[in-house]
């Protein structure tokens, strides 16, 4: 069993090789790099090609700047592994992260979605823990029913392995558009409709890093990205005949409520009309996701 390891690289000279020599340092054998350079403008690919040499491990693609998620979407249509990951360049795993997805993968061969229970984030020196599930829902296969904090936390992308048949034939993928800003937002509603197996690892191993160059930080210039990625999913999910929005509009909510606090008046007048658009004669039935309706109604009040 293979494993395809994504790596969307955009201006990452200040982080790559610790990147490198991280995934150089993993155990597990049935391990491919896919390193994807956005269109960096700095020195991250002579760094690349200098630190990737002679390893038949890590391949290196370079394309034109379009994104976050095209540059995963790429990853993925070159991968040739049976489950890919995603791994983020400024970020740090230990030497066991994917040898121990690998023997779930092999063991519970239903699985369609591995992940570990939590990451660590980091930042300014300290690291605190997030998105720990009760135990309970680890060990064993559940669906997309069994646990809804799994979909309402972070879609932290990058905390396990995809089969790669079950995202293809499925549809499930990264939104287009420029930039960094929830692009994995996509992949996630795709990836719930789609309603996958999944194998949640009682333990933790990656660590999330927080830093000033993090695309959240200019979230003006992202505002009308946002929206359009919002117009992708509904389309996503009207064209694949699903009928309750529930889940995509909680979705939608929380990465506006992210964004208020970040965006000038006239951008959150923006960010909220185009919710309150897409919420009109839309179905809420099915998707167990209650809190939305609790949120949504102060947010609008």
Sequence with gaps: MKISVIVPIY??????????????????????????????????????????????????????????GSACNFGIRQASGDYFAIFEPDDFIPHDFYSSLR?????????DVIRYNGIYRHENGISRTLYHWNKRFTGRIIDKYALKRFWRSHPSVFNGIYRKNFILQKSVFFCETPGASFQDAMFMVSLFYSNPSIYIINDIKYTYMIHNMQSIKFANDKV???????????????????????????????????????????????LVKKFRDLRKSKICLSSNIPTIRQKMKYALA
């Excluded at 390893?55 to 370079?62: H, P, V």
């Design 11 to 68: 201006n990452m000279e200040n982080f790559i090789a610790r990147t490198i020599s991280c995934l150089q340092e993993q155990e597990e054998p049935n391990l491919e790099f896919l390193l994807v350079n956005d269109g960096s403008t700095d020195s991250t690919l002579s760094l690349m090609q200098k630190m990737c040499e002679g390893d038949a491990r890590f391949q290196i693609f370079t394309m034109k700047n379009r994104g976050y």
């Design 103 to 111: 023997k779930i993968a092999e063991r519970y061969i239903q699985a």
């Design 224 to 270: 009308d990205f946002v929206i359009n990625a919002w117009d992708m999913e509904k389309d996503w999910i009207s064209h694949n005949g699903f009928m309750d929005y529930d889940f995509f509009l909680y979705k939608v909510f929380t990465q506006m409520h992210s964004l208020m606090g970040n965006v000038y008046p006239e951008n959150r007048e923006k």
